[in-house]
C-alpha cells in the first residue's frame, strides 16, 4: 500500500514549481510507484493564463476550489471551471487554462509522469524526464 501525505509531500522534491510562474504541483503519485498513472495537486495561479498541449498524455482534472475556464483551440469553446468540475483531455487537446480566482486542482495523467516535467515549449510533457527522488 501507498500512503502519502500533501502537507509532508510538498517539502519535498515532489514539489515543482513552473519556471513561468503559473502553477505548482504536488505530485503524489509518480511512474516508479507502479500504479499506471500519476495524481497530482495542482495550484494555478490567479490571473494565469497559458496554452498547454499534451502531445505525450492524456489528463483528467478535477477542480477542488477557484475560478477559471479551459478553452480548446481547434474549436474555440470555452468551459468554465469551478468546484465540482472535472475536464478530461482526451483527444490530446491543445488548450488555454485561465485562473480568475487561484484554482486547485486534482490531475491525473496517463502515462504516468517521472515527477519532474515543467511544460516544454509546446507546451506539452516529455515522456521521459527526470524522476524525483523517492
Given at each position: 500500500?501507498?500512503?502519502?501525505?500533501?502537507?509532508?509531500?510538498?517539502?519535498?522534491?515532489?514539489?515543482?514549481?513552473s519556471?513561468d510562474?503559473?502553477?505548482?504541483?504536488?505530485?503524489?503519485?509518480?511512474?516508479?510507484?507502479?500504479?499506471?498513472?500519476?495524481?497530482?495537486i495542482?495550484?494555478?495561479?490567479?490571473?494565469?493564463?497559458?496554452?498547454?498541449?499534451?502531445?505525450?498524455?492524456?489528463?483528467?482534472?478535477?477542480?477542488?476550489?477557484?475560478e477559471?475556464?479551459?478553452?480548446?483551440?481547434?474549436?474555440?469553446?470555452?468551459?468554465p471551471?469551478?468546484?465540482?468540475?472535472?475536464?478530461?483531455?482526451d483527444?490530446?487537446d491543445?488548450?488555454?487554462?485561465?485562473?480568475?480566482?487561484?484554482?486547485?486542482?486534482?490531475?491525473?495523467?496517463?502515462?504516468?509522469?517521472n515527477?519532474?516535467?515543467?511544460?516544454?515549449?509546446?507546451?506539452?510533457?516529455e515522456?521521459?524526464?527526470?524522476?524525483?527522488?523517492?
Amino acid at each position: 500500500m501507498i500512503v502519502r501525505n500533501l502537507k509532508e509531500a510538498e517539502k519535498t522534491a515532489r514539489r515543482i514549481i513552473s519556471p513561468d510562474g503559473n502553477w505548482e504541483s504536488t505530485r503524489l503519485l509518480l511512474k516508479d510507484d507502479g500504479m499506471g498513472f500519476s495524481f497530482h495537486i495542482t495550484t494555478i495561479y490567479e490571473g494565469a493564463d497559458f496554452q498547454m498541449h499534451y502531445q505525450n498524455h492524456l489528463e483528467s482534472v478535477y477542480c477542488i476550489s477557484g475560478e477559471g475556464e479551459v478553452e480548446t483551440l481547434d474549436d474555440g469553446k470555452k468551459y468554465p471551471i469551478t468546484p465540482g468540475t472535472l475536464y478530461n483531455l482526451d483527444q490530446h487537446d491543445k488548450h488555454t487554462l485561465r485562473a480568475f480566482k487561484e484554482l486547485t486542482l486534482t490531475c491525473v495523467f496517463n502515462p504516468p509522469l517521472n515527477g519532474k516535467e515543467v511544460h516544454n515549449t509546446d507546451g506539452a510533457y516529455e515522456l521521459e524526464a527526470e524522476a524525483v527522488s523517492q
